[in-house]
């Protein structure tokens, strides 16, 4: 960590903050197929620099178990050959998408004969702050060159070996390509006083996006100075109808919560109808305590499944991010909704359902990012939604919402082409 005055850290932040600017035009102006030979320079040496990744992310996985950060947070940091094999992938897939740069919104003709155009254009310079995701410094910045924005990252202490190591071979691959290195940058050397000065750098960066914990996202929004996307946590919820399979029941709950309990789009809490209860729980919460999670439920779940420990107010209103699950019978599908209405982050809901009329009700009501008909939750990503990787997730209304890939990197800008017209 470089110890320095905190207008010392200004100063020199702000230096590498012009510097992004600088390299974001070039990008800007480049070719597609410029910015995907930078995609495939990446990957290339992410595959080619696969040793050193996995070398420095132990370094972070030892220290993190020392700090006992727990079993969720370290399986987010880690970074094993088949996942980074897999993020070399994720640049490559992301580089055969359609290029967003130049897409038309809209078009019309005036009736002076002026033509109006609203086309994609980058951003600028974007900056994020996000945490123990070493995976993200590789998602948002093959997404940030396939959009033509320059990025700057702030990791977190917790991947500081791991994110080093990446943001090296990312700046070497984009001078292989022929662009500037500064179009990927870090304050990470700063600790919190880079974030910090990152926040407060209105002019210098466009758009801020903190992926992370509700506390630091919290942080994020009360303290930047700059426009911030809002990705938000995720209290997500799955409700069996009274109509509900059994079969897609227990394979879709126990893969909601069990195959990856330590992401956003995990179920956190399981609601079911009265009427279905007494043959869809046993089954459902059998499976998820073989899978190894902890079930908490309310009274009426406890006494068709002892095994089940009591369930506090506090239950609804977690994201356990870990093998944890509430669950809770409700009277009816109105009663689904109100719980959902109380205690979701607006991240992702399901209903497990036969019936159209209910299926159809939950999709106009809930108000998430996400509404899902019988599917997993897990479904909730931007690699699943075909975007070759995601910048986060969103759970605002304004701009982006849900996954974010590469046209939520974008801002538009008009263009008008005249023939000497001068307004009246």
């Known amino acids: 960590m470089t110890e320095n005055t905190p207008a010392q850290i200004e100063t020199v932040i702000h230096e590498r903050l012009r510097a992004s600017r600088d390299a974001s035009r070039g990008l800007a102006i480049a070719t597609g197929a410029a910015r995907n030979a930078a995609l495939e320079a990446i990957a290339a040496g992410i595959e080619s620099g696969v040793e050193r990744i996995v070398a420095a992310n132990a370094l972070d996985l030892e220290a993190g178990r020392r700090a006992d950060i727990g079993a969720g947070l370290l399986d987010r940091l880690r970074l094993d050959e088949p996942r980074i094999l897999a993020l070399a992938a994720a640049v490559r897939e992301i580089a055969a998408l359609p290029d967003p ?7 019309s003709t005036l009736p002076n004969g002026i033509r109006l155009s609203q086309v994609r254009v980058p951003f600028g310079v974007v900056g994020a702050i996000y945490e123990a995701r070493p995976n993200v410094t590789i998602d948002i910045a093959a997404l940030a060159i396939k959009s033509g924005n320059a990025i700057v990252l702030r990791g977190g202490s917790a991947a500081e070996n791991s994110n080093r190591v990446l943001v090296a071979i990312l700046r070497d691959a984009l001078v292989l390509a022929g662009f500037a290195a500064d179009a990927i940058t870090t304050v990470d050397d700063f600790g919190r006083d880079g974030a910090t000065t990152l926040m407060a750098a209105r002019g210098l960066v466009d758009v801020l996006i903190p992926r992370g914990s509700a506390s630091l996202i ?4 009360t303290t930047a100075q700059v426009p911030v996307i809002e990705t938000g946590a995720g209290v997500v919820h799955i409700y069996l109808d009274e109509t509900a399979r059994l079969d897609w029941a227990t394979d879709i709950v126990e893969n909601a919560k069990a195959q990856r309990p330590s992401v956003c789009n995990a179920v956190d809490t399981v609601l079911v109808h009265r009427a279905a209860a007494e043959r869809v729980l046993p089954a459902v919460l059998g499976a998820l305590t073989r899978a190894g999670v902890e079930i908490y439920g309310d009274e009426q779940t406890r006494e068709i499944y002892p095994a089940a420990r009591p369930a506090t107010a506090e239950t609804w ?47 106009a009501e809930v108000d998430s990012a996400v509404v899902m008909v019988n599917a997993s939750t897990r479904f909730t990503d931007g690699g699943e939604f075909g975007f070759g990787a995601e910048v986060g997730i969103s759970t605002q209304k304004l701009h982006a919402r849900g996954p974010m890939g590469l046209s939520e990197l974008t801002s538009t800008k008009w263009i008008v082409r005249g023939d000497g017209q001068a307004r009246k």
Not at 101 to 107: K, S
Not at 218 to 221: F, G, P, S, T, Y
Not at 344 to 360: K, L, M, N, P, R
């Open 101 to 107: 740069i130049g897409q038309g919104v809209r078009a």
């Open 218 to 221: 919290q942080a994020v929004l």
């Open 317 to 363: 209103d977690t994201e356990h991010m870990s093998l944890v699950v509430g669950v809770r019978v409700v009277d009816s599908l109105d009663g689904a909704l109100e719980h959902i209405r109380a205690h979701s982050t607006g991240h992702t809901e399901s209903i497990i359902t036969e019936s159209v009329s209910a299926s159809e009700r939950f999709l």
